[in-house]
């Protein structure tokens, strides 16, 4: 049991940081914080992030997340997907955030619910807005089974 760590913050300020995402080279942290009277996207060298921080988004941000290769940063600003280009390898610097989508998703409130795989492509929650009908989230069990069923492995 003496493996256990204390939990320290790594930041601790009068502002609300939350919502950390970890570069995938582990150099940077990316995280949201109201510091400036409304919730944006910053970003620190980790682990020191106390040394200084970037603010990325210029209109509200919340909820990074970094490109599987560490190229750009992606976030949500109001209803929108915003990308912003970065290179991370020998300083940390950023281009314009751009949107990258402007359609109907559900983006959330507080946590990350959308993902991006290592192709590249996202995953995320189409908003059906007053949508007569409902949803519906489709559950095969034993899956597997019917595959060998109809799959036989010789």
Same mark, same amino acid.
């Given at each position: 049991?003496?493996?256990?760590?204390?939990?320290?913050?790594?930041?601790?300020?009068?502002?609300?940081?939350?919502?950390?995402?970890?570069?995938?080279?582990?150099?940077?942290?990316?995280?949201?914080?109201?510091?400036?009277?409304?919730?944006?996207?910053?970003?620190?060298?980790?682990?020191?992030?106390?040394?200084?921080?970037?603010?990325?988004?210029?209109?509200?941000? =919340?909820?990074?997340?970094?490109?599987?290769?560490?190229?750009?940063?992606?976030?949500? =600003?109001?209803?929108?997907?915003?990308?912003?280009?970065?290179?991370?390898?020998?300083?940390?610097?950023?281009?314009?955030?751009?949107?990258?989508?402007?359609?109907?998703?559900?983006?959330?409130?507080?946590?990350?619910?959308?993902?991006?795989?290592?192709?590249?492509?996202?995953?995320?929650?189409?908003?059906?807005?007053?949508?007569?009908?409902?949803?519906?989230?489709?559950?095969?069990?034993?899956?597997?089974?019917?595959?060998?069923?109809?799959?036989?492995?010789?």
């Amino acid at each position: 049991m003496g493996f256990w760590r204390a939990i320290e913050p790594l930041l601790s300020t009068p502002s609300r940081e939350y919502n950390a995402a970890l570069s995938p080279d582990g150099r940077w942290l990316a995280y949201e914080s109201d510091r400036s009277g409304q919730d944006e996207i910053y970003v620190s060298p980790f682990p020191d992030v106390t040394a200084w921080s970037r603010q990325v988004s210029n209109a509200g941000g =919340s909820t990074p997340l970094w490109a599987p290769d560490g190229r750009e940063l992606f976030y949500v =600003s109001g209803d929108r997907l915003m990308g912003v280009p970065v290179q991370t390898v020998d300083e940390f610097s950023y281009e314009s955030p751009a949107v990258v989508f402007d359609e109907a998703y559900y983006f959330g409130n507080y946590h990350r619910n959308y993902d991006i795989g290592s192709d590249g492509r996202f995953l995320m929650i189409k908003d059906v807005g007053q949508a007569t009908t409902p949803a519906q989230i489709v559950v095969v069990e034993n899956w597997t089974r019917e595959l060998l069923e109809r799959v036989p492995v010789n």
